[in-house]
């Protein structure tokens, strides 16, 4: 990493503590922080029984805060799972429920236009009404058009592209992915930006952090209370990682990436302490979706669960999570909450002071008597795919009432959702319908989804 800008920041400490006055730093509403990975599988962390040892500062995180074992995404898929995190709704009601076109500015791959909705309410919109300053770093995913970015849906600042990493590029018809510092593109990946598609190594998470790590430090020496909506996207295929962390791993590549983002979290945790606003910090760990299996070495671990990445079964669906608050969420618990990516929005409102929208249908809970008191709110997780409920959870039971991996025009070509794990009638190729007689599983005694008890 960049240690002299980290030793500069440093040295400014003095300025801080010169500034600040006592031993109570607590202002009127917490800072809020929401690390989103890419593609990173709830069988990667230590604390959900990973053996290979990256992720000491996560597990770190998880003792010193709250796991959520069971946190759950509101699609299989990247673009919208990160729209129901911003605006606290599912899918279906904010138009973010698809991979093409046919839907209400569904998807961003290149070649669509839009974006999210211009009717949506994005949480650094609700938050600038208490004052917060917002930025965003790394991957958007919710337009690359004008109109569609960022800094037009509430956010003061962005680093990042609004895409992810796929290549490689021709510059034609399927033209590199920029990269902007706010409202300038300052370049492009695989050309300025490189990442060596051979070798598998990229400076970007290191740059990632230290636009973390240096907006933290500016509001904090403000005294604003801060958004940072921190989402590298080196678990996404193809992997990377910076050349300190290549081969370190006992996973290859993509245990790099892991060790790598393992490491920014603990440098983002350590220097909140430093700064001495960590007890006014609220800060939530988890992924966008499930491990993408089909990705082959290049996808992480879903655990015990079943299949991946654009799938409704577990293993798609379920995500590592972490919540971290000194001093205000007991250190150590786990709990029995049932969460969801949209809570996020809800209860980050809740704890700025704010009053939800009544305009609208919000489907996140506020998690302050979870986070604070370790209680259970009642709540079902529904299990999208596209703009079809697949599937619902109530308690320990699922009920499938679609069943459907990937089609067999892609499994023929060698793409598959559940290497490894196909189970007869249940990981189809056609989405075959149960709503007479749905399939019904205990996720407690069979999280693997294979033996159904009707």
């Avoid at 800060?283 to 996808?299: P, Q």
């Avoid at 379920?318 to 000194?326: C, T």
């Avoid at 459907?404 to 060698?414: I, M, R, V």
Wanted: charge should be negative.
């Amino acid at each position: 990493m960049d240690t002299t800008r980290i030793h500069a920041l440093t040295c400014l400490l003095g300025l801080v503590c010169s500034v600040w006055t006592g031993d109570d730093f607590s202002a009127p509403t917490p800072n809020i922080i929401i690390m989103l990975m890419d593609d990173m599988g709830w069988g990667d962390l230590g604390v959900f029984g990973q053996p290979s040892k990256e992720t000491p500062n996560l597990d770190r995180m998880a003792a010193e805060g709250m796991l959520f074992p069971n946190f759950y995404t509101a699609n299989p898929l990247c673009s919208p799972s990160r729209a129901s995190l911003l605006t606290g709704r599912l899918p279906v009601r904010n138009g973010f429920y698809t991979t093409n076109a046919h839907a209400r500015n569904a998807y961003t791959p290149q070649e669509v236009v839009g974006g999210i909705p211009q009717e949506e309410i994005l949480l650094p919109e609700m938050l600038k009404k208490k004052g917060y300053i917002s930025k965003i770093v790394g991957k958007w995913h919710l337009g690359h058009r004008p109109g569609h970015l960022p800094l037009e849906n509430g956010f003061d600042e962005w680093f990042g592209a609004p895409n992810c990493h796929f290549g490689p590029y021709n510059g034609i018809t399927t033209p590199n992915i920029p990269v902007y510092n706010n409202s300038e593109m300052v370049g492009r990946y695989y050309e300025d930006f490189q990442i060596d598609r051979k070798t598998g190594e990229s400076n970007l998470t290191q740059l990632y952090l230290q636009e973390g790590l240096g907006f933290i430090f500016t509001q904090a020496l403000a005294h604003r209370p801060f958004f940072l909506y921190w989402a590298p996207d080196a678990t996404h295929a193809p992997v990377y990682a910076s050349k300190n962390f290549l081969g370190k791993s006992q996973r290859g590549r993509y245990g790099d990436a892991v060790m790598e983002l393992d490491y920014s979290v603990g440098q983002i945790l350590d220097w909140l302490n430093l700064l001495g606003i960590a007890k006014n910090t609220f800060v939530f760990f988890t992924s966008d979706n499930g491990a993408a299996l089909m990705s082959g070495i290049m996808g992480g671990s879903n655990g015990p669960f079943l299949c991946g990445k654009e799938t409704t079964f577990e293993g798609g669906m379920r995500e590592p999570a972490i919540a971290w608050w000194p001093g205000h969420i007991p250190a150590g618990t786990v709990s029995r909450q049932l969460g969801s990516v949209m809570d996020l929005f809800t209860t980050s409102i809740a704890l700025a002071g704010l009053v939800a929208p009544d305009d609208r249908v919000l489907d996140g809970l506020d998690l302050r008597p979870v986070l604070f008191n370790n209680s259970v709110i009642d709540r079902p997780i529904f299990y999208y795919r596209g703009n079809e409920m697949m599937a619902v959870r109530v308690g320990p039971y699922k009920a499938h009432y679609w069943t459907w991996s990937n089609s067999w025009e892609e499994f023929n070509k060698g793409i598959n959702f559940c290497p490894g794990e196909e189970v007869a009638g249940i990981t189809t190729h056609t989405q075959e319908e149960h709503t007479l007689q749905p399939l019904i599983f205990h996720l407690g005694r069979d999280p693997g989804e294979k033996y159904p008890i009707r």
